[in-house]
């Protein structure tokens, strides 16, 4: 979706020297072409566009200080009222690294925001792909919370009690 679209930097070092390179990302993973033996030393993210919904959550055993259990990188684009474009990455979940859940991502696009219906479809596609990455039930329950919880923070005006439940523990700090 060239709507998340963004130019990102990242600092790299090798033995043989650093490098600096720019890429386009459409708030996905990165495809930095990283060889065996290079450290990421510094990145950069800018801001993310106009009506985007961007949530970063880990679920951890301390606030602080901890390995995240699971982690989530999450973005929505709203249109009036629809979902517009979606990314949803998660760590934790798959063996292989980053889980992508394209299944959710596409079962969210076009869909009304307020939609139950919608809401349930996005789950039940978001189990699919944690169950396909090898995430146990544990994993993929804290997965839902996370979507549940960028869909909640997505709608035009939470309630306020629902809007400071959505506020991340990091902003304190």
């Known amino acids: 979706s060239q709507r998340l679209a ?34 990421v030393i510094e990145a950069f993210v800018p801001r993310s566009p106009p009506g985007a919904v961007v949530r970063c959550d ?21 249109e009036g009222g629809a979902v517009a474009a979606s990314t949803l990455v998660f760590g934790g979940i798959s063996d292989g690294g980053m889980l992508r859940a394209k299944a959710c991502e596409a079962s969210l696009v076009g869909q009304p925001l307020a939609s139950d219906a919608a809401l349930q479809s996005a789950v039940a596609a ?26 909640l923070a997505a709608q035009p005006a939470p309630p306020p009690k ?8 990091a902003a304190d700090r």
Request: with cysteine; hydrophobic share 40%.
């Open 6 to 39: 963004t130019a990102s930097e990242a600092s790299t070092s090798r033995r043989s020297g650093a490098r600096r390179e720019t890429v386009r990302v459409a708030l996905r993973p990165p495809d930095w072409s990283l060889s065996d033996g290079d450290v």
């Open 162 to 169: 629902v809007a400071a439940c959505l506020r991340s523990l």
């Open 126 to 151: 978001l189990r699919i792909d944690c169950g396909r990455a090898g995430g146990d039930d544990g994993e993929t329950a804290l997965a839902v919370q996370m979507l549940y919880k960028l869909l």
């Open 58 to 78: 880990k679920v951890a055993p301390r606030h602080a200080n901890a390995h995240a259990t699971v982690n989530g990188g999450l973005a929505l684009v709203v």
